[in-house]
């Protein structure tokens, strides 16, 4: 398979370089803030242009004397964008003109000797077309100028840096294997286990809960199995999204799950399952995504035992019982490859399908065992169950009337389906169906507990 032709996106901060690659992309991936330093982690898109694809990176501002936190961390994944891309976009602000960090990055770029061109951003029409000659001043042959805000020559840009990349280098199919989307409150350890996975410094690690905000999609292979691994921000309580972008850190961590096919829940094994850990296994749950749970940083804990972790979690969740369960260390890779394993094990249970037959056996027998309880000189009848979707697995019981089942008696059916069929980490979602009343003087369908009396008469 060819490889993919690659073009970064780079410039000093807040000159609109993430609004111009959700605007080469079709769609809001990188979170846009008037602040400066927004974009920490380089973030990767596929798209196309007139039917070719290709890959583009987003990288954060580059200002060897900024003050910010993380700096020399940003610049150094621009860095890594720049060598790996084959062609580069320099973004500049029009308003401002030329400043010596501009400068000081042109130079540096035309050192790389991989073919450039320069986005002269934030010119909105023609009348403010005059303003790129003043960027000449770079030494940069190809100048566009381009608009974000507006969408204003986008394409015309892109059209110029791909012209400079050999077609031959264009890719022919794209291949993400399960997408795998990491999730947990902030400094869990979450870029650390990609870190580890990818065997390289991909993502920013620090100590300081909160360092990555945008959800990153990285690539692992693993005994020829392709894994696509989604980095989130973590999700802090809703009194303490005190900043714009942790809003939008929220919003895009639910969209990775929502992408996602498994989902990895990252516990810190010192604090144990938090209110916010909860809050994101209810939602895994609700939307119906696979979750296997990883006790991160086990090497820190002394004089606590794993059953203890493993009682306090299943007591709180129901769900969480049926989800698989490792104590890991990111940080020394301490049963990170066992990880593999257990997504393909809740990947394949999550479309796991039971025939008809199979569940009205199971439930027929359950009914058996202990019958439902007489409400009001009625009683609950189910007449069939049947399986209706997978991912996640979904069951439709048809019953004569729904409001005779109990909470309680639900509870042992599931419990009594999940005995029979383990459905590991893939939630299960049954719903009730009235069965539709049969007209005066047609027989009515007979109940499982009926088909079974019959059969052993």
């Not at 280098?169 to 409150?185: D, N, Q």
Request: hydrophobic letters at 35%.
């Amino acid at each position: 398979m060819k490889r993919q032709p690659t073009i970064a996106i780079v410039g000093r901060p807040n000159v609109g370089k993430s609004a111009i690659f959700n605007k080469v992309c079709k769609k809001r991936i990188a979170i846009v803030d008037e602040a400066e330093g927004i974009t920490r982690d380089r973030l990767y898109d596929e798209t196309e242009l007139f039917g070719r694809p290709f890959r583009v990176i987003d990288t954060g501002g580059i200002d060897a004397h900024s003050p910010l936190p993380f700096n020399d961390e940003v610049k150094r994944q621009a860095e890594i964008a720049i060598e790996e891309a084959d062609a580069l976009i320099m973004v500049v602000d029009a308003h401002i003109g030329p400043t010596t960090l501009d400068e000081e990055l042109t130079a540096m770029l035309h050192r790389t000797g991989k073919p450039l061109t320069l986005a002269v951003n934030k010119v909105d029409d023609t009348k403010h077309d005059l303003l790129i000659h003043d960027f000449y001043s770079l030494g940069i042959e190809d100048i566009v100028a381009v608009s974000a805000m507006h969408n204003r020559n986008i394409a015309e840009m892109l059209e110029v840096s791909l012209g400079k990349i050999p077609l031959e280098e264009s890719s022919e199919e794209k291949e993400t294997g399960i997408k795998v989307a990491i999730l947990g409150r902030p400094n869990v350890g979450k870029s650390s286990l990609i870190n580890y996975l990818l065997d390289e410094n991909r993502c920013i690690v620090s100590p300081v809960p909160g360092t990555t905000r945008d959800s990153i999609d990285v690539t692992v292979t693993f005994n020829e199995k392709k894994y696509t691994f989604i980095d989130t921000a973590g999700i802090r309580r809703k009194g303490g999204e005190h900043e714009v972008v942790d809003k939008f850190a929220a919003i895009r961590t639910e969209r990775a799950i929502t992408r996602a096919d498994v989902c990895l829940l990252l516990v810190d094994s010192r604090q144990g399952m938090s209110t916010q850990d909860r809050r994101i296994a209810h939602m895994l749950e609700e939307e119906g995504k696979g979750c296997i749970i990883l006790f991160n940083k086990w090497d820190l804990v002394k004089g606590f035992r794993m059953e203890h972790c493993l009682k306090d979690i299943e007591e709180d969740i129901t769900f969480l019982k049926h989800c698989p369960k490792l104590f890991i260390s990111a940080l020394k890779g301490r049963n990170v490859t066992k990880i593999f394993d257990q997504i393909d094990l809740v990947h394949t249970e999550t479309y796991r399908r039971i025939s008809t037959g199979q569940l009205n056996k199971t439930i027929t027998e359950a009914m058996q065992n202990y019958h439902p309880p007489m409400i009001q000189g009625k009683r609950l009848r189910v007449y069939y169950m049947t399986q209706a979707d997978v991912a996640p697995p979904r069951f439709i019981m048809f019953v004569n009337y729904p409001d005779l089942m109990t909470l309680s008696y639900k509870k042992y059916l599931y419990n009594q389906l999940r005995e029979k069929y383990p459905f590991t980490g893939a939630p299960l979602h049954i719903f009730l169906k009235a069965k539709k009343r049969t007209p005066m003087g047609q027989r009515r369908p007979k109940s499982l507990e009926e088909k079974a009396l019959e059969e052993e008469l």
